[in-house]
């Protein structure tokens, strides 16, 4: 299993960016997913997480409002939509795969990791 994040870049503070996580390998609609953040200088933290069948969202409070995570089966891709952004949401975005249909906070539900896009809010 392969997941590449893209949609990463450089915003102005209330701005708007849209992450993508394709999923290439195994199967992709059999599993949660998940979303989580690192910060410089700071753990990886949690985002958000959905469902396999994309019914069933959780949010951090800190994005809760302001973020949307959604999955498109049929493409393989997971998507998280990041508005009204601040300059606390800058960090490295990584994507991952549960290793069955549940999911959370915890990092160790899940068993694939992609390599990160970086998210840079300026104020």
């Known amino acids: 299993v392969q997941l590449v994040e893209s949609g990463g870049g450089l915003v102005q503070a209330g701005g708007s960016l849209r992450l993508s996580c394709v999923a290439s390998g195994g199967t992709f609609s059999g599993y949660a997913m998940g979303w989580f953040r690192q910060a410089p200088g700071k753990e990886r933290e949690y985002v958000a997480h959905?469902?396999?069948?994309?019914?069933?969202?959780y949010y951090a409070d800190s994005v809760k409002g302001r973020f949307t995570i959604s999955r498109d089966n049929a493409k393989r891709t997971m998507y998280l939509q990041m508005n009204i952004l601040k300059p606390e949401d800058t960090a490295v975005y990584y994507c991952?795969?549960?290793?069955?249909?549940?999911?959370?906070?915890?990092?160790?539900?899940?068993?694939?990791w992609g390599q990160g896009t970086q998210v840079t809010v300026s104020s």
């Open positions: 959905i469902s396999s069948g994309g019914g069933v969202t």
């Open positions: 991952a795969r549960a290793r069955g249909i549940v999911a959370g906070k915890d990092e160790a539900l899940y068993a694939y």
